[in-house]
């Protein structure tokens, strides 16, 4: 049964970082969105292919590129805000020729 609870709240807290991230990317996105509604808005039927088709290409590998360096600085100021699990303590034991003799 506790492993059942483990799994469930390591679910909630994957799903809370995917939010987490969803938010992330929007906001990272929202120029770049807007400059591809407006490239395919401002294209004729006849310039959607071709030259334009290549153009609305490279905004969407500029807005991909955007979500990744929104990724990689949320990462690098350690973007979870969960506190870190303490690592229970090491019992103490007596030394290995703790009452031996030496021979």
Known sequence: ???????????TGESTEVE?????????????????????????DDELLGPGEFDLREKALQAAC?????????????????????APTAAKTPASSAGAARR
Not at 24 to 33: H, P, Q, S, T, Y
Not at 66 to 86: F, P
């Open 1 to 11: 049964m506790e492993g059942v609870r483990e799994d469930q709240e390591s679910q």
């Open 66 to 86: 955007h979500i990744l360096e929104a990724t990689i600085n949320d990462r690098k100021k350690g973007g979870t805000k969960a506190a870190a699990r303490s």
């Open 20 to 44: 987490r991230v969803i938010a992330l990317v929007m906001k990272a996105m929202e120029g770049d969105i807007r400059r591809v509604a407006e490239a395919i808005v401002l294209k004729r």
